[in-house]
């Protein structure tokens, strides 16, 4: 993106940390809005577990694109490329990834016992910036959103329109 790969690094960086969100594309996955923790240079993802987040594509040893949207305006403002590993359970920088993720992690059904549920149910990924900062394209890159069951394919009600749309009379 620039001549200069500590700006792109410091771009990267900045921007993760301010960004609840980060749009993340794994190995023959779709993009997903994943939730994270930037902790010691690396963005730091937990999930594929009941309850959590699911990680698809993300595999130790592979890499990733990551996207990075503006907090309070949602445009893009940065997009990186991240070698993918998977952090042992109980491991140094497991435990560290861990503290850091817990204190993001919001309307947890199990608090008290969640690193220990993590450890036996779900994975702890760490996003590490390769380097690879490309610029920011041309087009939207806008794409459909995935197949969920809580959208509805029934037509809307006849009268629906003149309902909303209905003028006061005087």
Known sequence: MTADPLLDRALVEEATKKSGLIWVRGEGSPVRALWHVWHEGAAHLVGDGPGEQPLPGLVDGGSAEVTVRSKDKGGRVVAWTAEVRE?????DAWEAAVAELKGKRLNAPDAERMTERWARECRVVRLTPSGVVPGLPDDSLAAPPL???ATTRLPAPVALPR????????
């Open 87 to 91: 952090l042992p359970p109980g491991s």
């Open 147 to 149: 197949p969920s069951p």
């Open 163 to 170: 309902l909303l749309f209905k003028r006061k009379r005087r």
